[in-house]
């Protein structure tokens, strides 16, 4: 029985409400909670109605007008979850069942209204990793298929939705690009340009493009994924041989113990047996021909689907190699169409010119410009800009180079130089003379009594600079409390350990 016929009548009420949204946020909260609940049983009703004022909490609805919901009912902030759970149960999206170890009602999804709160969860998520969709999941199935020790077809079927998936998201982005194609031909303006642009960089169909660039690597993994495809089958091919052998070598068995029974085989040559030929067998031996015949259909069957991974891969390859060529097409579609408007103009008429156009045909010109000044309040006369008053060419003729001699100024002396030098205030020598002083024990520590004048703060500061310049593992730099000397100069405690 498919699922679509158990789905209620009722159940496409919530997409014909004016709060579908809400329901639909609700029903993914109520989802998610129930995955993370540490309850085996389920959640409560109660507990339903919690999650649900949360989202009502956090959403801006105003309640500054009084709301109905679709059977005539009025909303509060305190009966909308309880109103809007009674409908998600009568329209078919929750299960309520009672619950005696509980005593309480428990809400539960039916299968048919999982798949559309999963969907209801992607459509809202803004990080959709869509890992089945890369080629790594391809990889990573084939991999596993290759390492599983019981060759289970379900991980090759699993390769093989993960193909499918990702060439029907390769279809989509080519049709995304085409859309994006006749959106870029109709802009007329830079502003029309620069929109389409920042849509197709942010849609999520060039994100996803993005990472199956860079984080799914295609052309990495793409020989990865033909190698494996090769050997799993292969390993399949040699393994149908091994199981074949087997499987002949039981049947002529089967055969030789009916020769020597006087009952001739007439079945050997053809690998043909009647079901009372293999009677003959041990009970053993008719369950390991059971088996071999039951391993050699799974053979068969995941060399078939390694088959139409290896088709639909090829796929993906050539639509992949195409979605390159479109994304450069598009780029230099992009490029081409600023470069016409550049050459052109915009072709959307602009204001300006359409009142400079007024002005030089309409004899009212003058009385035109005294009511645009009169009403855009102009601090200045207008003046009319003719050729004469713009910009004009410069004289370009080259005059005849003619080098010169520097004169040199008299009263400039060679003493007077010293002023444009900049000295340093301390020496090396000073600065260190002074770190001498205040060393006790190997460490430099600065005391009350350490600094005396600004000049000395001045050199406190440099040996702290150069402490810091240099600073390594070995040195240990420390600053303490703040200190105050007897001229009032307060500066921080400062030791410096080699």
Not at 22 to 40: D, N, P, V, W
Not at 58 to 82: I, V
Not at 290 to 318: G, Q, V, Y
Not at 433 to 439: A, G, L, P, V
Request: aromatic share 10%; glycine share 4%; net charge negative.
């Amino acid at each position: 029985m498919n699922l679509i016929s158990k789905i209620p009548k009722e159940f496409y009420k919530l997409f014909a409400s004016k709060y579908m949204d809400y329901y639909q946020r609700f029903l993914t909260a109520i989802y998610e909670e129930s995955g993370r609940s540490y309850s085996l049983l389920g959640l409560t009703e109660r507990e339903c109605r919690m999650i649900m004022n949360e989202q009502i909490a956090a959403e801006t609805l105003d309640w500054s007008e009084e709301q109905f919901d679709e059977e005539g009912e009025l909303l509060t902030r305190s009966n909308m979850a309880s109103i809007c759970l009674k409908h998600l149960e009568d329209w078919g999206w929750l299960r309520r069942d009672y619950d005696e170890v509980l005593d309480s009602y428990v809400v539960s999804f039916p299968e048919y209204s999982q798949l559309f709160v999963e969907l209801f969860q992607r459509l809202y998520s803004e990080e959709d990793t869509r890992e089945r969709e890369s080629v790594l999941a391809v990889y990573s199935y084939l991999y596993t298929y290759s390492s599983d020790s019981e060759k289970n077809n379900d991980i090759l079927k699993s390769a093989l939705q993960a193909s499918r998936s990702l060439l029907q998201m390769l279809s989509n982005m080519q049709e995304g690009m085409r859309g994006y194609f006749d959106e870029l031909s109709r802009q007329r303006s830079f502003l029309g340009i620069q929109e389409v642009l920042v849509k197709e960089m942010n849609n999520n169909e060039s994100r996803k493009y993005a990472i199956l660039t860079t984080t799914d690597s295609f052309y990495r993994y793409k020989e990865a994924v033909k190698e494996l495809i090769d050997r799993n089958f292969s390993e399949n091919e040699a393994r149908k041989q091994e199981l074949s052998g087997r499987q002949r070598e039981l049947r002529t068995r089967a055969g030789r113990i009916g020769e020597e029974q006087g009952e001739p085989d007439r079945h050997i040559q053809t690998g043909q047996r009647e079901p009372a030929d293999l009677e003959r067998l041990s009970p053993e031996d008719r369950i390991e021909l059971r088996r071999l015949e039951h391993a050699l259909r799974r053979t068969d069957e995941a060399m078939t689907i390694i088959c139409m991974i290896e088709r639909e891969f090829d796929a993906i390859e050539r639509r992949y190699n195409k979605l390159i060529e479109q994304k450069t097409l598009f780029a230099s579609r992009a490029a081409a169409r600023i470069r016409y408007i550049l050459m052109e103009g915009a072709l959307e008429e602009d204001p300006t010119a359409v009142l400079a156009k007024l002005l030089n045909q309409s004899r009212r010109s003058t009385e035109i410009l005294e009511k645009l000044s009169d009403r855009m309040r102009l601090t200045e006369p207008f003046r009319t800009v003719t050729g004469q008053s713009l910009a004009r060419r410069r004289n370009t003729e080259k005059t005849v180079f003619a080098p010169q001699a520097v004169a040199r100024d008299a009263e400039r002396t060679e003493e007077g130089l010293d002023e444009f030098v900049l000295k340093p205030l301390y020496t090396r020598q000073e600065i260190a003379e002074f770190r001498r002083k205040n060393e006790r024990n190997g460490a430099f520590t600065v005391t009350e009594d350490s600094v005396r004048s600004p000049e000395d703060l001045e050199k406190l500061f440099f040996v702290w600079q150069d402490a810091v310049e240099i600073a390594d593992d070995a040195k240990k730099i420390e600053i303490g409390e703040e200190l105050e000397n007897r001229e009032g100069c307060r500066f921080s405690a400062l030791t410096i350990q080699e």
